[in-house]
Each structure stands twice: as structure tokens, then as C-alpha cells.
């Protein structure tokens, strides 16, 4: 039972280039989310979903596609990697409204 | 904006000491506050949680104090130990009829214990 598994744990992109940071839960939990960590700026939710096939906006989705094709997986995608888009990405799963997150363990993107 | 503004960004205290980490909101809608801890290299991991119909809530060394009037929330942590050394995160999120979990996160606070 391995909770909320992100890959990778680390990534350094070129400006421009594309990537899919990855999302894997076992807890059969319908919501999923994306946050991005920097300093200063606490988390901050970048899409979520209520179920498969389901998504919504967070905070900040600019530059950022989601998609949730199954109830274990929820993709992040970085459609043309910006510098500004440096930053340590959460993915995080509850049960239900207001009840606990579980966060992964985090992917720390560099884009140079 | 800032929804939910978090106090003190960094914290050192001695090893027993109680460090107080403080939140406020703005959005009277919110009913849900839970604390999330986080050590580096990990994701937060809930500590301990609140809804606005009690003021306080204990959890081992770990208290929430909530003043629904002030709209603002704290964090205690009694006879603290150097393994409390983390980052803490308040927290609020809205009950929008079970179609979403969304949690507005404070900036963080990095607590430091001293042996």
C-alpha cells in the first residue's frame, strides 16, 4: 500500500521543452490535486479533480493541462517549460470533502 | 491575495518551550482549518484539525485555539523537542456541496528547536 507515489522526484528542463510529472494513488480516493510549493508562497493548488474524467482550475493553471482518465492516475503536464515554473509540485489525494490530504512525496522541477 | 495570512515565517525556541504559530482569514465561508506539518524532502502530512464549532482542539502536545469572531487560528505546541523541527502550515477550505476538497494553504512557518 504504497499511498501517493510521484515520478519523477526530480527533473531539470530546458525552456520550451515539454513534461508529464506523474500522479499514482492506491487509496481509491475520488479527489486529486496538484500543488505547487515555493518559498514564501505556501502551497498554492494548480488543478484538481472530483473523479475520473472530471477536472477544474486551481489557483494558478496557467501554463499547466490536467487530464484523469482513471481514479488512480492524475497526470500534470507542462505544456512549454518556463523558468518561472521552478518550484516543487505536490500531488495530493482525499476522501472526501474536508477530510485529510495525503500528499506524495514531491517532485523538484528545475527549468533553466 | 492571500486568503489565509500565517505568522510567524520562521520560529527558533528551546527544547520545552511552547512555540505559537498564528493564522487569520478573511473568507467567513471557511469551515474547515486543519495544520499540516512537513519535513524536508516530504510532503505535509495533516497534525491536527478544526470546524469553527469549537474554539479548541487538543490532540497529545498539539492545540488549536479558534476565535471565530477574530477569524483567526492558532497552533501550540506544548513542551516542544527538537523532533518538532518542520515547516507548519495553516489551512482553510470551504464546504462547496461535496464537489470539491480545495485547500487555501498559509505561506508556512519554519520552526527550529533547540536541544
Known amino acids: 500500500n504504497a499511498g501517493v507515489t510521484q515520478t519523477p522526484k526530480f527533473q531539470v528542463l530546458k525552456t520550451g521543452q515539454s513534461m508529464t510529472l506523474q500522479c499514482a494513488q492506491d487509496?481509491?480516493?475520488?479527489?486529486m490535486s496538484w500543488y505547487r510549493q515555493d518559498p514564501g508562497m505556501g502551497l498554492r493548488l494548480i488543478h484538481y479533480?472530483?473523479?475520473?474524467?472530471?477536472?477544474d482550475q486551481g489557483e494558478v493553471p496557467n501554463g499547466y493541462n490536467v487530464s484523469r482518465s482513471t481514479t488512480e492516475d492524475f497526470p500534470l503536464r507542462l505544456l512549454s517549460a518556463a523558468p518561472s515554473q521552478t518550484s516543487v509540485y505536490f500531488c495530493a489525494t482525499t476522501f472526501g470533502l474536508n477530510t485529510e490530504a495525503f500528499f506524495g512525496q514531491g517532485t523538484r522541477l528545475t527549468v533553466v | 491575495q492571500q486568503q489565509v495570512k500565517q505568522s510567524p515565517q520562521s520560529l527558533i525556541v528551546q527544547k520545552g518551550g511552547i512555540p505559537i504559530i498564528n493564522c487569520a482569514y478573511e473568507?467567513?465561508?471557511?469551515?474547515?482549518f486543519p495544520w499540516y506539518q512537513q519535513f524536508p524532502g516530504k510532503g505535509p502530512a495533516l497534525l491536527i484539525a478544526i470546524r469553527p464549532d469549537v474554539s479548541e482542539k487538543k490532540e497529545g502536545r498539539f492545540t488549536i485555539s479558534f476565535n471565530k469572531s477574530a477569524k483567526q487560528f492558532s497552533l501550540h505546541i506544548m513542551d516542544s523537542q527538537p523532533g518538532d523541527s518542520a515547516t507548519y502550515f495553516c489551512a482553510a477550505s470551504i464546504d462547496y456541496g461535496g464537489a470539491t476538497n480545495k485547500l487555501i494553504f498559509g505561506t508556512g512557518t519554519l520552526l527550529a528547536v533547540q536541544p
Open positions: 473568507n467567513t465561508a471557511f469551515d474547515y
Open positions: 479533480s472530483v473523479g475520473a474524467g472530471i477536472t
Open positions: 487509496m481509491n480516493h475520488e479527489y
